[in-house]
C-alpha cells in the first residue's frame, strides 16, 4: 500500500484527503492519503516518522511551510525562493525532497482561465500563498506587482525578496492601486467563511482585468460577487488547489493526475 499524507495544524477543513483519494480510485492504485494533524512543536519528529512508517511522502499546510525548509536534505529552486515547502517526497534512501508546487498550481490555474496581459498585478496579502503568488507571477513575466497587506513590514519584507518590479502599495491604497492593473488576487484569509469579506472598491480597476480569489470556502467569495457584476472575468481559489496537489500525487504514486472537472466535482462535494 503506498501512502502520503497531509501535516497540518489544525487540518479539519483540508480537502486535499478528498481530491487524492478521488484520484488513487480513479487510477486504481493501492495507496491512501492520510490527514495528519500536528502541532508547530511536533514538526521535525513527525517529519523523520515518514520515512518508519513508509510514507512516500506529503503535503504541507499552515503553519508549517516556512519551518519545514530547514528540515529538508534538499529543496527544489521554486521553494528557495519562496522560502516554504508545501510537498515532501521520501527518497528512495530516505532523505527528504522538499518543493513547493503552490506557485505552479496558481500559474497553471491562471493559464487555462486566459491569462491577462501581463501589464501590472495587484496582490493581496503577504503571507506564505502570496509569496508564492508573486514568485508565480514574476516568472509568468508581469512587468508590475503592487503588494497590499495590513501588516506595512510584511509586505516591505516580501518586495525587498522580490526586486524592483515589486513595490508595495498601502492598504489603507488598495482601491487606488487597482487603477491599470490586469490581475487583482487576493490572498489574505479575508472573504473566508467565518471571516470578514474584504473591503475593497473595484471602481477604478479596468473592466477586462481578472479577479482570483484564492479563498476557496465559499467558493464565490464576495470579492468575486462584486467582480462579475461588474463584468470582470473571475477565477476562484479551487484551481489553484487542484493544480498544486498534481506533482505530488505524480511523484507518490506514479500517475499524472488530470486536473478536470470530475476533480473539481469531488472537491465540491465536500465544501
Ligand atoms: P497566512 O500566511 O496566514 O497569511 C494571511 C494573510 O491574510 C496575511 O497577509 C494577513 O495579513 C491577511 N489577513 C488576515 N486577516 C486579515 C484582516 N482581518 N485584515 C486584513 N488582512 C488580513 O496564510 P496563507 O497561507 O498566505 O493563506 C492565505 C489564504 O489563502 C487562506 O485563506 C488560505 O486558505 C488560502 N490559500 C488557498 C490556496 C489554494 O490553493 N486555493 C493555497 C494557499 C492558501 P497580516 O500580514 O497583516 O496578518
Not at 209 to 220: G, K, M, R, T
Amino acid at each position: 500500500m503506498l501512502k502520503a499524507g497531509v501535516i497540518g495544524w489544525p487540518l479539519s477543513h483540508s480537502l486535499s484527503p478528498r481530491l487524492h483519494m478521488h484520484w488513487l480510485k480513479k487510477y486504481g492504485i493501492e495507496g491512501e492519503y492520510v490527514a495528519m494533524p500536528v502541532a508547530p512543536e511536533g514538526l521535525a519528529e513527525a517529519l523523520s516518522a515518514l520515512r518508519q512508517r513508509k510514507f512516500r511522502g506529503c503535503n504541507l499546510t499552515v503553519p508549517h511551510k516556512e519551518k519545514a525548509v530547514a528540515l529538508m536534505d534538499s529543496l527544489d529552486a521554486a521553494a528557495k525562493a519562496i522560502g516554504a515547502v508545501n510537498t515532501i517526497v521520501v527518497m528512495s534512501d530516505g532523505t527528504l525532497a522538499g518543493s513547493n508546487t503552490d506557485a505552479y498550481g496558481f500559474a497553471e490555474n491562471l493559464r487555462l482561465h486566459s491569462l491577462p496581459h501581463k501589464r501590472k498585478a495587484v496582490v493581496l496579502g503577504a503571507g506564505g500563498a502570496a509569496r508564492a503568488i508573486c514568485h508565480a507571477l514574476l516568472a509568468e513575466g508581469f512587468a508590475e506587482i503592487a503588494l497590499a497587506n495590513r501588516t506595512l513590514r510584511k509586505a516591505e519584507t516580501l518586495a525587498a525578496h522580490f526586486g524592483p518590479a515589486c513595490r508595495v502599495a498601502g492598504w489603507q491604497k488598495r482601491d487606488e492601486a487597482l487603477e491599470g492593473a490586469s490581475l487583482l488576487v487576493n490572498a489574505t484569509s479575508l472573504g473566508m467563511t467565518g471571516n470578514e469579506p474584504l473591503d475593497i472598491d473595484l471602481s477604478a480597476l479596468p473592466e477586462d482585468a481578472v479577479v482570483c480569489d484564492i479563498v476557496y470556502v465559499p467558493l464565490e467569495t464576495p470579492l468575486l460577487a462584486q467582480a462579475k457584476r461588474r463584468g470582470n472575468p473571475v477565477v476562484d481559489g479551487l484551481g489553484m488547489l487542484i493544480h498544486q496537489a498534481v506533482p505530488g500525487f505524480e511523484a507518490w504514486f506514479g500517475v499524472r493526475p488530470e486536473a478536470d472537472a470530475a476533480a473539481r466535482a469531488a472537491l465540491l462535494e465536500g465544501l
